[in-house]
Structure formats: structure tokens, C-alpha cells
């Protein structure tokens, strides 16, 4: 009787801790995040943070997705093809990674994508724009538009607000620069036979001082620059080019939408256009929220890139929500199918995992951005 009784309670004593051997579900859900968190690009890679993990905690103070917490996993890519590969490595050897929002530079995403599509997880960029990016496969998505969607809105910009007829072209020495610019003169603006390329000149990234280039750019008498550079190049640039010719029309791209782009270039500001798919001071009520929370937690306003960070996250949360599974494929296949509604517009996505966009046409008035009329 004694070893009966020894036995059972052995049994007792094993059979839970077998019971616990066994996988346990998580009680919480992870997203990955990639970006630039350190370097020259940390401004952009942190505000992807920022949007990401602000969207999670949103969502967790209704409840989660699914009945889970949500868990932001962040990663430092430096901007590095290299580090992003080695981080793309660890992401999906880790199962209880749902899906990734990043990297932000096309060539960036490409070293990343081909890892990402092989093990099958999604990847959302908010900002890879190269043509190629997104044909890597069924998981590699983008929620931003392509290279030439964006050059082709600059040049109606040109056309149709200061009815150009002699454009120069500035371009930065990065992969996204020489493809845009390239495509910009040599594909699209043959599509506006009113309007002539009289000139392109390249800068490398950090330039300065512009004077070379504002004496090459003066030389071909242009009526409008189109800069494709961000903030940090358009700034100084328009400030140096209008001490000399103060009635140039100045057109920018989207990553160039951000309050510092008024504070580099100062007065001289005034009349620059750009075409993006955000716009900070909307009247939606969702982009009013939207700003407001992200100014409240982190002290600045979001940008347009920031925002489509933001709705990429919510753009998985939403997969996950009506699919009713955290499941990697699961997620993918969803994401064909919805239509989302977030803070960037509606947004769907094509058979090419390219999301198709409407564009704001903004200028600088008065020292702040407003929506063109057109």
C-alpha cells in the first residue's frame, strides 16, 4: 500500500512539470522594427520607432490584438545592407516574430527582403521606393509609393502650379537619388512637351556649401529646381539659390516634409512645393489624434514617413485582427485582401505588395505648410 501511495505521488510531482515541457502560447504578440536608430538616418529610423511603438500602446490600452499584448521588438540596422542582412537573420529564427515594419532605404530593404521572403514573414517598408524592392516575393510589402509615381507627381507640380517650361534638376549621390533622378529626366518629362530638363546636377549627402552648384544650376536658366534630396539638402540649397535668384520655383519630394525644412531655409521658404501622402494639419479627425498624440509623447511633429511607419504597423494589427491568427502566412495572405483605412489614406495593396496612394500637393505659406489649391 505504502509504494502504491509512493507512487501516485510521484505521479503527481511529474506529470505537471511534463505538462509544462510542452510548448506554451505566448501571452503576447511581437512585431519586429528595423531602422536606422544611430548614424545619419536616426532621425527618420527613431520617428519609425516612435510611430510603431505608439500604435502598439494604443492598441494594448483597448485590449491588445487577439486578446495579447502587443510587443514591439526594436532593431538598429544603422541603415547598413550588411547589418540589415545579420538583423534579418535573427528576426526570423526567432518564431515568436509575427512580422517586420522596416528597414527605411530601398537598397536597405533589398538586402534584407530576400531573407525575410525565403523563411516567409511579412516586411512592410514605410519608405523603399525602388521598383525592385517589393518583386522579391509574396511577403515583401511597401506603404509608400513607388520611385516613379512620386518623380511623375514633382513634374505636375512643375506643369500645372508654376507652369515651368525650363526645369533644372539637384539630385543626392544615394541609390534612391540617382534612381529618381534618373527616371525624372530620362522616362518621365518627356511626358510634358512644354517643359524642358535644361539641366542636372549631383551633391553628395551632408553637402554644405552649394555654391558650385547654384553658379552650374544658374548658367542653364531655370525657371524651377526640382530637388531630389531631403530636408537637409533642400534647406541650405533654396536658402543659397534664392540669395541670388529669389524668383526660382523650388519643388521638393515627400521625405523633405518636416518643420526643419522651414527652419534651414528661413524665409526664403516661402513658395516651395512638394507632393505628399501625409499631411500634419489635415482637418481628418484621425490625423488630428494622430498628431496630437505623437507630439504629446515625444515633443515634435510627425513626418510623412513617420505616419506611413504608423500605418504599416496598423496595417499587421489589422491582418492579425480579422484573420484571427498571428500566424506569419496568415498574416501575408490578409494583407491582400483588406482595404485600411489609417492616417496616410486609404490604403490597399496590389498583387506586387505596392500600396496604391493618393497625393497631398503642400506649399509653404507664411512659414507653414498648406494644401495647394488645385
Not at 246 to 266: H, T
Not at 320 to 335: A, C, P, W, Y
Amino acid at each position: 500500500m505504502k509504494r502504491v501511495l509512493c507512487l501516485i505521488l510521484i505521479l503527481l510531482l511529474v506529470v505537471p512539470t511534463l505538462v509544462g515541457c510542452g510548448e506554451k502560447e505566448s501571452d503576447t504578440v511581437k512585431v519586429a522594427l528595423v531602422a536606422p536608430l544611430t548614424g545619419d538616418f536616426a532621425e527618420y529610423g527613431t520617428g519609425f520607432d516612435n510611430a510603431v511603438k505608439l500604435l502598439a500602446d494604443e492598441w494594448n490600452e483597448k485590449g491588445g490584438v487577439l486578446g495579447k499584448q502587443i510587443e514591439v521588438v526594436s532593431y538598429d540596422d544603422k541603415n547598413s545592407g550588411e547589418e540589415a542582412a545579420s538583423i534579418a537573420e535573427r528576426i526570423v529564427g526567432d518564431k515568436s516574430i509575427s512580422a517586420v515594419v522596416g528597414h527605411f532605404a530601398s537598397g536597405v530593404c533589398m538586402a534584407a527582403s530576400p531573407t525575410y521572403q525565403e523563411v516567409g514573414i511579412v516586411e512592410i517598408s514605410p519608405s523603399a521606393s525602388h521598383p525592385d524592392y517589393s518583386s522579391e516575393g509574396d511577403y515583401i510589402f511597401r506603404n509608400n509609393s513607388l520611385i516613379n509615381v512620386e518623380a511623375a507627381e514633382t513634374l505636375k507640380i512643375a506643369s500645372e502650379v508654376f507652369d515651368a517650361k525650363r526645369v533644372a534638376v539637384l539630385s543626392v549621390k544615394t541609390d534612391w537619388g540617382t534612381s529618381t533622378s534618373d527616371i525624372l529626366i530620362n522616362d518621365l518629362a518627356a511626358e510634358y512637351p512644354n517643359l524642358e530638363i535644361v539641366g542636372h546636377e549631383e551633391i553628395v549627402d551632408g553637402t554644405v556649401d552649394f555654391s558650385p552648384t547654384v553658379t552650374a544650376l544658374m548658367e542653364n536658366e531655370p525657371d524651377t529646381i526640382i530637388v531630389v534630396g531631403m530636408y537637409n539638402i533642400l534647406g541650405p540649397f533654396t536658402l543659397q539659390y534664392k540669395d541670388v535668384d529669389p524668383d526660382i520655383n523650388l519643388i521638393g519630394f515627400s521625405n523633405a516634409y518636416s518643420e526643419q525644412l522651414i527652419e534651414l531655409a528661413k524665409e526664403d521658404a516661402e513658395g516651395i512645393c512638394l507632393p505628399t501622402i501625409f499631411f500634419h494639419s489635415s482637418l481628418d479627425e484621425k490625423v488630428a489624434t494622430f498628431v496630437s498624440s505623437y507630439e504629446e509623447a515625444y515633443g515634435s511633429i510627425p513626418n510623412s514617413l513617420t505616419a506611413q511607419a504608423y500605418d504599416s504597423m496598423g496595417l499587421i494589427l489589422t491582418a492579425m485582427e480579422k484573420s484571427g491568427s498571428v500566424d506569419r502566412e496568415t498574416i501575408k495572405n490578409e494583407l491582400y485582401n483588406i482595404t485600411y483605412d489609417g492616417i496616410s489614406g486609404s490604403t490597399t495593396f496590389d498583387e506586387n505588395g505596392d500600396a496604391l496612394k493618393t497625393f497631398n500637393w503642400l506649399t509653404i505659406k507664411d512659414g507653414e505648410f498648406v494644401e495647394v489649391e488645385r
